[in-house]
């Protein structure tokens, strides 16, 4: 229940921070909702569990169905590459989170040039 209330917490947190900083790009929340359980579960179940979360991203933000939830769970499996290489203190949970974030914004990338090519060979012109 105190899982579901913190989810719940940070959704609403989404859309109030986002709108708040309007100019800024929006922190990213639904990342952290991902990595939350990751100590507890399995790399699969924590993958389906980033699946999930991205394609809830994907119904709230309106966006292409399904390229947030493949972000995620690329970002999520990157992080549990590493998650067993160190202890459980602060610069490990850092360390997750920046790893979780590179490749979610990896991934992310990767889609954007295979949906539309053009636009990284406009910006090298």
């Known amino acids: 229940m105190r899982l579901l209330l913190f989810y719940l917490i940070l959704l609403s947190f989404q859309g109030f921070v986002g709108?708040?900083?309007?100019?800024?790009p929006g922190p990213d929340f639904f990342l952290l909702m991902a990595l939350t359980p990751i100590r507890r579960l399995n790399a699969w179940q924590m993958v389906?569990?980033?699946?999930?979360?991205g394609l809830l991203q994907d119904l709230i933000g309106h966006g292409i169905f399904g390229?947030?939830?493949?972000?995620?769970?690329?970002?999520?499996?990157?992080?549990?590459?590493?998650?067993?290489?160190?202890?459980?203190g602060f610069f490990a949970q850092m360390l997750l989170i920046l790893t979780a974030l590179l490749g979610k914004w990896m991934a992310?990338?990767?889609?954007i040039y295979w949906l539309n090519p053009k636009i990284a060979s406009d910006s090298f012109q």
């Open 19 to 24: 709108a708040l900083i309007a100019p800024l």
């Open 48 to 53: 389906l569990i980033a699946y999930g979360i």
């Open 67 to 88: 390229m947030h939830a493949f972000a995620l769970a690329v970002g999520i499996f990157m992080a549990l590459l590493i998650k067993g290489q160190f202890s459980q």
């Open 108 to 111: 992310m990338t990767a889609i």
